[in-house]
């Protein structure tokens, strides 16, 4: 960098040198909470400005991450602000695929599920199936599930119902003794 743009202490007072703040004040609340982006649950540091959310931090006092906080962690702003957010329901009114809906009030859309799952609860409850992936929300649907009469609920906080495990009828043991699936896949080895 030459020297006529490279600050130094002889430039100090020179007003071709813009001063930047390198830390500004980006917050005036801070809370301490957990990240629900994945599974991992790492501690994250939360700046709030007049009750806005504006930035995401890993929180270095926390045993699972210790300040360190991937990518989807730090969009975790974005479940609050995307523009892609849904803030109404909205009822499909083209053909599938179309992207084409209109906004429906609150009242009509629990109306509408309500119609939809009773006829499946009359009909047969079992055919109707949980995934929710990695998130907190297992438990909650899970039970969830369970009083709606459904066995397919996903598996939750390392158990797995009977219904999503393999029966002992499709595994066979070799001659190591592990299980190995009559369809020729072995479980991975640590």
């Known amino acids: 960098m ?3 743009i490279r600050p130094n202490d ?3 007072e020179d007003d071709r040198y813009e001063t930047v703040d390198q830390s500004p004040v980006v917050s005036d609340e801070v ?3 957990t990240c629900y982006m994945c599974a991992c649950r790492c501690g994250i540091k939360v700046h709030l400005k007049d009750g806005a959310i504006r930035y ?3 929180n270095r006092d926390h045993p699972v991450n210790k300040g360190v906080l991937c990518a989807k962690g730090s969009a975790g702003i974005m479940q609050h602000y995307s523009p892609a957010r849904l803030s109404q329901p909205l009822r499909r009114v083209g053909p599938r695929g179309s992207g084409e809906f209109e906004t429906i009030s609150w009242d009509e859309a629990l109306d509408t599920a309500t119609e939809w799952l009773g006829d499946v609860r009359r009909r047969d409850p079992r055919k109707l199936a949980f995934f929710t992936g990695r998130d907190q929300s297992q438990s909650l649907t899970g039970f969830w599930a369970s009083q709606f009469g459904t066995p397919t609920t996903p598996p939750m906080a390392g ?3 009977s219904i999503w495990r ?3 009828s499709t595994r066979s043991a070799d001659r190591s003794g592990s299980s190995v699936s009559r369809i020729g896949r072995t479980p991975a080895t640590s």
């Open 159 to 161: 158990s797995a119902p």
């Open 31 to 33: 809370k301490t909470t």
């Open 10 to 12: 002889r430039h100090e």
């Open 2 to 4: 030459p020297d006529d």
């Open 56 to 58: 995401i931090e890993g």
């Open 166 to 168: 393999r029966p002992a």
